[in-house]
């Protein structure tokens, strides 16, 4: 069985801090989890594992809050992929 795109965003997240439990709707921002380097490391992650390129009008804070956000900018940049 694969992962869904939030499961594949959250398992990501949470392998960086397997000591938080964070859900698909949590603001990682506003958790104090996401600092400048981990900005960049998951605009990276994104693109790669879900073969999209996020183009600079996308590169929105609001995008990455969540990963139930991060889905949505997935399923807007790769329709063929379901926002599971």
């Known amino acids: ?3 869904t795109t939030k499961e594949q965003i959250l398992d990501f997240v949470r392998g960086r801090y397997p000591q938080a439990e964070i859900d698909e709707t949590q603001d990682i ?3 104090g989890f996401v600092n ?3 900005a960049m490391e998951l ?3 994104v ?3 879900f073969g999209v390129t996020i183009p600079n009008e996308e590169l929105r804070i609001d995008n990455f809050r969540t ?3 991060m889905a ?3 399923a807007r940049l790769s329709p063929t ?3 599971a």
Request: proline share 0%.
């Open 1 to 3: 069985m694969s992962h």
């Open 29 to 31: 921002f506003a958790l």
């Open 36 to 38: 400048s380097l981990f």
């Open 43 to 45: 605009v990276m992650f």
């Open 47 to 49: 693109e790669k594992t």
């Open 67 to 69: 990963a139930t956000t």
């Open 72 to 74: 949505e900018l997935v």
């Open 81 to 83: 992929l379901a926002v």
